[in-house]
């Protein structure tokens, strides 16, 4: 099961999407704005995302771009009626994983998107270890090495810190990260994050994991 975000403005087929995603047991979001899309995909909650190129605020071709910049590897498949050589090949180069053209097969789809999900499920396999500036994470040892130096994490301390180096740069509010990193809900008096915060702090550095007053915090490589 995948975390699946739908920025498309035609609802009947964003209806039509998440029917058939959520029937395939994904997680499904949509957004039918290209800004709102964009803050959505920077969010960290998903893993791909299916992008309709003709968007208002932003189109497909900006979101991509500014998703790309900000260091996000997320999937991202993108649909749209334009079906030009050019089109296809200005989506290719500025970072989408696959390209469908409407109409299109649900089936047809159901594949692309399996495929992107699996490639990156290997990915993260065969490269055994995030890495982000000096600071990296074994995942298959659970230790992380800061400038060279090595130290163990206790399963909290590494389910949350996997979820900030796979997010670098990017704000992740609490409820967030109590998502990705341990699957719960969120408790608006809980402390359970900025204790482990305070935790990795100590062996990061406190510079490295930043406070967004009144939003969350954010990893600096």
Known sequence: MARILIVEDEDRIAAFLAKGLGADGHQVSTVADGLEGLEEALSGAFDLMVLDIGLPTIDGFEVLDQLRAQGSRMPVVVLTARDSVHDTVSALEGGADDYLAKPFR???????I???LRQQDNTDAEVGELRSGSVGLDLRTRRLRVDGRETDLSAREFALAEVLLR???QVLSRAQ???LAWGMDFDPGSNVVDVYVGYLR?????????????????FQP
């Not at 649900?106 to 692309?112: D, H, I």
């Not at 100590?202 to 954010?218: D, F, I, N």
Request: proline share 3%; hydrophobic share 35%.
């Open 106 to 112: 649900f089936a047809e789809l159901r594949a692309r």
């Open 114 to 116: 399996n495929v992107r």
């Open 167 to 169: 997010h670098p740069g």
């Open 177 to 179: 990260l109590l998502d």
């Open 202 to 218: 100590k062996k990061l550095g406190s510079a490295r994991v930043e406070t967004v007053r009144g939003m969350g915090y954010r």
